[in-house]
């Protein structure tokens, strides 16, 4: 399971840890990924989304069927 969003495409960021000394090591800002299971009613059948927390917002905004619709425009979803 790759780490990104399957509606709003987020993906984990590179960064660095800073010490005190200011010496700089390499590190990943991952995102906050979960999987979940919805109800899709158009379709009538459920669905395995893994989401990050913006995701489900969005979802719970503007509903299943059109954040789906959005991220397949933006090829997002990959299945």
């Keep these: 399971m790759s780490k990104i969003c399957q509606i709003t ?3 984990a960021q590179s ?3 800073v010490a005190h000394s200011n010496v700089r090591t390499k590190r990943k800002f991952n995102v906050n990924l979960f999987t ?3 109800y899709w009613v158009e379709q009538d059948c459920w669905k395995n989304l893994t ?3 913006a995701g489900l917002r969005l979802i719970n905004k503007i509903g299943l069927d059109a954040a789906l619709k959005q991220a ?3 090829g997002y979803l990959n299945s």
């Design 51 to 53: 989401i990050s927390a």
């Design 72 to 74: 397949a425009e933006k």
């Design 15 to 17: 960064g660095n840890n």
């Design 36 to 38: 979940k299971k919805f």
């Design 9 to 11: 495409g987020k993906k």
